[in-house]
């Protein structure tokens, strides 16, 4: 067991724990989105699919559960990892170590930041409110304030940027890379990526 929290914290160790939490974090963004797309047939498309995931009862809340501390070990782990780059190189080399060639990997750290304030939001606006209202008509009348549109948008547009360099940054560091097959598995990430967006921004401009 020592051993084993010894690597963890090790420089690769932290590296692995990031890929691994971020790969779990993507499923669950990738297959929530599949979810709400439903939203497109219609709203009680979407109620229904809501309704039938309530139906699994206690299950949902020890996924929830599940969630909040791979997402909370994913944020103390890239936090660590920022700050001691930080410590050991230098402001320019935290800079060089996100990547440097994309949007994406340039901001990880802001990007960060930004979509936890998005799921403080999401969660306020969305998960704890009156459970009595269909999930379709609360996404509806948390988007008719402007104000809440512009975060939602500002919080999809940084989960995007996050994403696009997360997934193929996981591969790598998992090494699920080979020199013949890396221009189809970036590709196979951005469709992810461009999925993902899709139908996040789509309700958006459905619903408003």
Known sequence: MVNFLQGALSSLGRKYVMAVTGLLLGTFI?????????????????NAYAEQLHSLGPIIPLAEFFLLNIFLLHIFVGISIFWFNR????????????????????TMPWTGLVILAFLFLHLLTVRFVDSNLPIADVVEQTLAYPVYTVCYLGGITALIL????????????????????????????????LFISLVFLGIIVLLW
């Open 30 to 46: 990738l297959l929530h989105a599949v979810g709400n797309s439903t939203l497109f047939q219609g709203k009680a498309a979407l």
């Open 87 to 106: 410590q050991a190189h230098g402001r320019y080399a935290v800079q060089n170590s996100a990547g440097g060639k994309t949007w994406g990997s340039r």
């Open 162 to 193: 996050h994403t696009s360099h997360g997934f193929w940054s996981l591969l790598q560091t998992l090494g699920v890379h080979h020199p013949r097959y890396n221009i189809l598995m970036r590709g196979g990430t951005y469709v992810a990526v």
